[in-house]
């Protein structure tokens, strides 16, 4: 009998290879990733904080790619330690989550969950990193989302959501 599983399994094992080889799908070698210049990440952080700054918040701002990574990091003026983490966990969220649900920010996140009854959102707010807080805004280069912006520190959601948006709009004609 453990001859006749090892058969079954060699044979299902060269089956698999055979087919993967031969399909398209596996093999196709590099992946192409894009994701916002070094620069062009700190031109829009730099916005950010100082949109925020004009308004009279000081907030920290993180540009992240769609994996997660940080790219560029501001801490303005007066922003306390914990507004690093803030604006970390809005903007992983609002690029590894947001485009997944088709929401693009942190901010439509927690409305849309706000506006649907019996939603519990206690499985993905268990995640590390995952934050329903706005502030995180999706960067998207045409329909494709590459990262996300994280603002935190203002004295609202809605607050670091707007200086989030602004310093994606300096920038949008430069993500072509």
Same mark, same amino acid.
């Given at each position: 009998m453990?001859?006749?599983?090892?058969?079954?399994?060699?044979?299902?094992?060269?089956?698999?290879?055979?087919?993967?080889?031969?399909?398209?799908?596996?093999?196709?070698?590099?992946?192409?990733k894009k994701r916002l210049s070094a =620069?062009? #990440?700190?031109? /829009?952080?730099?916005?950010?904080? &100082?949109?925020?700054?004009? *308004? =009279?918040? #000081?907030?920290? /701002?993180?540009?992240?790619?769609? &994996?997660?990574?940080?790219? *560029?990091?501001?801490?303005?003026d007066g922003a306390v330690v914990h507004t690093l983490d803030s604006a970390y966990v809005k903007a992983y969220t609002a690029a590894s989550l947001a485009?997944?649900?088709?929401?693009?920010?942190?901010?439509?996140?927690?409305?849309?969950?706000?506006?649907?009854?019996?939603?519990?959102?206690?499985?993905?707010?268990?995640l590390p990193n995952v934050n329903f807080t706005p502030g995180g805004v999706t960067i998207m280069a045409g329909d494709e989302a590459i990262g996300g912006i994280g603002v935190g520190g203002a004295p609202g959601g809605n607050f670091d959501h707007d200086c989030a948006v602004a310093a994606l709009d300096k920038i949008k004609d430069l993500m072509k």
């Open positions: 453990h001859a006749d599983f090892t058969t079954l399994r060699r044979i299902a094992t060269a089956a698999f290879v055979a087919s993967s080889m031969a399909s398209p799908s596996y093999g196709q070698g590099l992946i192409v =620069g062009l #990440a700190m031109e /829009a952080v730099t916005e950010a904080v &100082e949109v925020c700054k004009k *308004a =009279g918040y #000081a907030v920290t /701002a993180i540009i992240v790619d769609n &994996e997660g990574i940080r790219q *560029a990091v501001l801490r303005g485009p997944v649900r088709k929401d693009g920010s942190t901010k439509a996140l927690s409305e849309r969950i706000a506006k649907t009854p019996g939603v519990s959102t206690a499985g993905l707010a268990s």
